[in-house]
């Protein structure tokens, strides 16, 4: 969605090795366009299912419902702009843990898991109104 993202790595979401992700976007996405939100939701998955470093050095199978996100991974870039950007920061968090991505479209009935993930609601995602946290920093 276009605020948040799911996922989920593993053989299966059943399995107990399997490992599960799911969280906000940043607010300031809000607008911009579904491919470059897909392929930041890729790299928040990513950064959540190698914590500890597992992927490192892997070859990962990324199915996506998304065909922007799977043409852009596989051909490595975008003529747009925010798209690029987007997939600048993938390649380098790629690069720095070794991880080849091998992207596959998948329906998105076939992409449930993820995509109840991404509906998830997270009561302990909250911030301050931003007027607020300022004035309070400005007392400090």
Same mark, same amino acid.
Not at 13 to 23: E, I, K, Q
Not at 45 to 52: E, I, M
């Given at each position: 969605s276009e605020y948040s993202y799911g996922g989920w790595g593993g053989w299966s979401?059943?399995?107990?090795? @399997?490992?599960?992700?799911?969280?906000r976007g940043e607010t300031a996405t809000a607008g911009l366009s579904a491919g470059y939100l897909e392929l930041r939701a890729v790299l928040n998955?990513?950064? @959540?299912? /190698? +914590?500890?470093g597992t992927l490192a050095g892997q070859r990962? #199978?990324?199915? !996506?419902? @998304? !065909? %922007?996100?799977?043409a852009v991974v596989r051909k490595g870039g975008s003529m747009a702009p925010p798209i690029q950007a987007a997939m600048f920061d #993938? +390649? =380098?968090?790629?690069? $720095?843990?070794? &991880? &080849? #991505?091998?992207?596959? =479209? &998948?329906?998105? $009935?076939? /992409?449930? %898991?993820?995509? $109840?993930? @991404?509906?998830?609601?997270d009561p302990c995602d909250w911030q301050l109104n931003p007027a607020v946290f300022s004035w309070l920093e400005q007392l400090w």
């Open positions: 979401p059943d399995l107990p090795m @399997s490992r599960l992700a799911a969280g998955v990513l950064r @959540s299912l /190698n +914590f500890d990962v #199978l990324l199915h !996506t419902d @998304s !065909t %922007v996100a799977a #993938l +390649f =380098w968090y790629c690069v $720095e843990h070794r &991880i &080849i #991505l091998a992207p596959v =479209w &998948i329906p998105r $009935e076939l /992409n449930a %898991v993820a995509d $109840e993930l @991404s509906k998830r609601d």
